[in-house]
């Protein structure tokens, strides 16, 4: 008998301790809520402005898990390689072309001087008696500084313009003698005289002031010829 009780008194406290550990889960359980409630309050009062706006459950969650973003604010050596997003640099320009040099204009040349004293002057004139004579025309001139030669041209004046007659070149000299007479005519002449500088193969190096001057020859033409009457030679 007794026996029995005791198993029963063993039944029973079992039964409570049971009940004990179950209600000790219950308010563990109900502890854990408020605590976690306590705790989301905390985080809601720490993370909103000053208006104590409501707080909803996904915004506590955005505070609580915020998805990974990183900001500039963030240095760059500790942000994952893999999470930065950089754009590529831009390609460098292209090199500016080399700027071409501006073609130099040559230097000036310096024409020499124009030859001075020259023979005959303007306004010679030559007549008829010293055509018959057939003494040649001297033409004379200045030799002229850094010149080794000098261009002779002789021009006769025509209604049409300038006629050439005879252009030469003499070399180291200061004076040429024109004996062609045949070739002048009476009218208005203009001789021109230049100094040039001649370098290899007769090649004209550097040129000179052309001076000029007149002479006129002047003769009389061939009279009319007059045939007197002869009468009659010959009877009536």
């Known amino acids: 008998m007794s026996g029995k009780m005791n198993k029963n008194s063993t039944k029973k406290f079992r039964f409570i301790d049971y009940l004990f ?7 563990t359980v109900i502890f854990l ?8 309050f905390t985080l809601k009062q720490n993370s909103l402005d000053t208006n104590n706006s409501i707080v909803s459950f996904s915004q506590w969650q955005a505070i609580e898990s915020p998805s990974i973003d990183y900001t ?8 994952p390689e893999q999470l930065i997003h950089t754009e590529p640099p831009p ?3 292209p ?10 204009a040559p230097a000036p040349v310096t024409l020499l001087a ?4 020259i023979r005959p002057v303007r306004g010679t004139n030559i007549d008829i008696n ?3 004579s057939n003494i040649p025309i001297i033409f004379s001139w200045s030799s002229v500084q850094g010149a080794n030669a000098y261009i002779f041209t002789l021009n006769q004046q025509t209604s049409d313009g300038r006629q050439l007659l005879y252009r030469t070149t003499i070399n180291n000299d200061t004076q040429f003698t024109f004996d062609n007479l045949r070739m002048l ?19 004209i190096e550097r040129r000179g002031r052309v001076v000029e001057t007149t002479f006129t020859i002047d003769f009389p033409y061939p009279g009319r010829v007059y045939i007197e009457d002869t009468g009659v030679l010959y009877g009536n």
């Open 130 to 132: 010293d055509l018959q």
């Open 95 to 104: 090199p500016a072309p080399a700027a071409t040099p501006a073609p130099t």
């Open 185 to 203: 005519d009476r009218g208005i002449f203009t001789w021109q005289i230049e100094a040039v500088r001649m370098g290899r193969g007769n090649i």
């Open 33 to 40: 809520d408020m605590f976690r409630r306590s705790l989301f």
């Open 21 to 27: 550990i179950f209600f000790l889960l219950i308010i």
């Open 72 to 79: 500039q604010e963030i240095p760059a050596e500790i942000i």
């Open 114 to 117: 124009a030859p001075a004293n």
């Open 91 to 93: 390609p460098p320009p």
